[in-house]
Every structure is written in structure tokens, then in C-alpha cells.
């Protein structure tokens, strides 16, 4: 009896995207879609519909955006990670790269790429990542890699953002924008109780005295992240 053919190509590989515009979902729908070794088997418009989409499609990879509207997209990558280990999240963004990439990986993320980004290194990273690599910009690595080394050699440290936890660097980066406590507290789904604790560590972390100083430590720090 003959042998069947081995030849036969295998399945493509199946990729969640989880972005709260529907034109940017589309687009990358249909980029993902060209690829014959890539298919999107679903998509998500939210935190809590990306959880129920993954248990159900179990995907192979997630692509998520940083801001999500009922939760932000890094815990929502932490999310993904405690309950779904195996499975890679590459997160894909408006902001720039300096602002998250480097807790996006500590998160447990594979990859971040910015959404201005051409669809040749958007594919690239997708591949990237489903190959098992981490997939980030040259800049980046080197500043991952910095980082690293200076841990090593520590130095005395000073006022900087990096020392902040992930939330309190969200608080830190609404105040930057003009938000007041409670314009913080509804964006980041969190009590305005919990928002003062939060500007509270913020301050004795960075050397701050009082609000005023939050406040305009904040907005100069936005102003000069452009």
C-alpha cells in the first residue's frame, strides 16, 4: 500500500488580536491574513472579552493593545500570563517604546511594537515570537541591556520613574497629562482611596514633598516624553 504524502502543509498558526478599534482590528486582520502560515482565529475588544476568548481558541499567539478600556493592557498581560503560561503576548501600541517596552518584557511579554510601525516588521515580530524569541527594537535591547549592567554596578539612585511599579507609573503618567485624582481613579477602574496611596508611594519614591511638586515633577516629565 502506498504511503500517503508527507507533503501535506502544515496548519497555520492562530493569532487573538485584542484592540478596542475596530478599524485597527480590521487592518491587522487583514495583514495577518495574507500570510499563508498565519490566521487570526479571533479578536477582542476589551480586557475581559480577550480572558473569554483565549479559554475558548486557546491562539497561539495574543497581540494586545497597551490601552484597553475597561482594564490597561500591562495588567491585563499579567492576567494572560498567570493563567495561560504557554501562551506568548506581543503587545502592540500608539506610545512610544521608552514609556513601556522594557515592563512590558519584565511582565512576561514577548515583544512590543509600536503601531507606526510598517506591516513587513509587524509580521516579522509575529514570526518572532511564535519561533520562541523575544521580539523588540535595537534601542531597546540596548536600554534592556543597560539596565541590566547598571544593576549589576549599582549606583546611588536617583529621582527617576524606573522605580515605580507599573501602576504607579500609570497614575504618575495621567497626573503628567493634567488628570485629577478622580479623572485617574475612573481611567485606571480604581477608587480615588487607592489612587492617594498610589501618589503617596509615588512621592516618598522620587523625593517629592508634597502634590505640588507631584504635579509639576509629572507634567515636566510628560513634556519631555514628547
Wanted: hydrophobic share 40%.
Amino acid at each position: 500500500m502506498a504511503s500517503k504524502s508527507s507533503n501535506t502543509p502544515a496548519a497555520p498558526q492562530r493569532v487573538l488580536i485584542v484592540d478596542d478599534h475596530p478599524v485597527f482590528r480590521a487592518g491587522l486582520t487583514g495583514l495577518v491574513g495574507m500570510e499563508p502560515d498565519l490566521a487570526v482565529c479571533g479578536e477582542a475588544h476589551d480586557a475581559g472579552q480577550a480572558m473569554a476568548a483565549i479559554a475558548k481558541l486557546n491562539p497561539d499567539l495574543v497581540m494586545m493593545d497597551m490601552s484597553l478600556p475597561d482594564k490597561s493592557g500591562l495588567e491585563t498581560l499579567k492576567d494572560v500570563r498567570a493563567a495561560y503560561p504557554h501562551i506568548p503576548v506581543l503587545m502592540i501600541s500608539m506610545h512610544d517604546e521608552t514609556l513601556y517596552a522594557e515592563r512590558v518584557i519584565r511582565a512576561g511579554g514577548r515583544g512590543y511594537i509600536m503601531k507606526q510601525e510598517g506591516p513587513e516588521k509587524v509580521i516579522q515580530a509575529i514570526r518572532k515570537v511564535l519561533a520562541g524569541g523575544i521580539s523588540v527594537s535595537e534601542r531597546i535591547s540596548t536600554l534592556i541591556l543597560d539596565a541590566l549592567a547598571s544593576s549589576l554596578h549599582p549606583k546611588q539612585e536617583g529621582a527617576s520613574v524606573t522605580k515605580l511599579t507599573d501602576r504607579e507609573f500609570e497614575v504618575y503618567r495621567l497626573i503628567g497629562q493634567g488628570k485629577e485624582p478622580q479623572e485617574v481613579a475612573r481611567s485606571l477602574h480604581l477608587s480615588v482611596k487607592t489612587v492617594d496611596t498610589h501618589r503617596s508611594q509615588i512621592k516618598k519614591k522620587l523625593g517629592l514633598k508634597n502634590n505640588t511638586e507631584l504635579v509639576h515633577h509629572a507634567t515636566r516629565w510628560a513634556a519631555e516624553q514628547g
